[in-house]
């Protein structure tokens, strides 16, 4: 085993409760961590759905009964506010920010510069004279933060993808409402607590680049990435709830942890024993289709 003196995270939103495609990811999360000596912490981000406290406790108290246990106590977002304000006053005095006024409509309708890659923002706001950013001051629409990139794409290394090239566009920092973005508070928070490993579901894949990108301006280290398949329901689209029996008291924890262990191939059905049979270069790269009982 190799010791390493970083740490390996689960870090679930608490949208909804976790469905048995969350909680594989927890578990592979948790493989990578311990099979590579790293702790294992958690993160609750909850920027957006602060008021979903029972539904953070319930994620919690679920991964806890599959077995799973972190090092330190949970992390949640919405207690460090200040951290990301921090780290946007100090992107911003190195001139690496500027002030974006546009809507969704707005950038869905600019004009696309030639070879500009499909979902990069189209830089509208980026050059804006001072008479321009003024007329639009005083449209009354409060900015969002944007990130002055100085590169069109990153490229991050992922132990199941290998080398990935993605997209790195003028990404949004600090929204309209005043709320860190997704992209600026994973990257801050896993340079904060220590984090050097970053297992999720490789729906992330593609916003990897962002956050390696940004963490370098940051001067952090860049994590290593393991983006693992997601379960898709059987017409191939995302498992949901409306998919029928997903979440764990739904399924049960026994059939859940075997259903979990026979879709990664381990005779093992508790984390402890998953651990011994550990080979991530023998993981499905494949999505895991999941048909859940009608309920
Ligand atoms: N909170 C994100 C989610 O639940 C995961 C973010 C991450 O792992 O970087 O999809």
């Known amino acids: 085993m ?12 608490p949208s909804a409760d976790l469905h048995i495609g969350n909680l594989r990811t927890a578990v592979l999360a948790w493989l990578f961590a311990r099979s590579t000596g790293r702790r294992f912490l958690l993160r609750v981000e909850d920027l957006d759905d602060r008021s979903s406290s ?5 994620q919690l108290a679920d991964l806890t009964a599959i077995g799973l246990a972190w090092d330190e106590p949970p992390e949640f977002q919405h207690q460090h506010v200040h951290r990301y304000e921090s780290v946007v006053d100090e992107l911003s005095s190195r001139g690496l920010t500027y002030e974006c ?14 070879h500009a890659p499909e979902g990069a923002y189209p830089r509208t706001c980026r050059d804006l004279t001072d008479t321009a950013r003024d007329q639009r001051r005083a449209g009354g629409r409060p900015p969002a933060l944007r990130l002055r990139s100085d590169t069109h794409e990153y490229s991050v290394i992922d132990l199941l ?7 790195v566009d003028d990404f949004v920092l600090r929204r309209g409402d005043g709320v860190a973005a997704y992209n600026l508070a994973v990257v801050v928070d896993d340079a904060a607590q220590g984090i050097d490993q970053v297992v999720r579901g490789d729906d992330l894949l593609s916003s990897s680049p962002r956050q390696a990108y940004l963490g370098t301006l940051l001067g952090y280290p860049t994590p290593v990435y393991a983006h693992v398949p997601l ?5 191939g689209k995302r498992l949901a709830k409306r998919d029928g029996a997903v979440s764990l008291s739904d399924i049960g924890r026994a059939t859940a942890m075997a259903e979990i262990a026979a879709s990664l191939g381990f005779t093992a059905t508790n ?6 049979e550990f080979d991530p270069a023998r993981l499905p790269r494949l999505p895991w289709i999941y048909e859940p009982v009608r309920q």
Do not use: W
């Open 101 to 114: 006024y546009c809507s969704r409509k707005d950038i869905l309708q600019a004009p696309r510069a030639p």
């Open 2 to 13: 190799t010791r390493t003196a970083g740490a390996g995270r689960f870090a679930p939103s």
């Open 231 to 235: 379960v898709l329901n059987t017409a």
């Open 161 to 167: 993808h290998g080398e990935y090239t993605g997209v």
């Open 271 to 276: 984390p402890g024993g998953m651990l011994d």
């Open 54 to 58: 029972d539904t953070a406790t319930r």
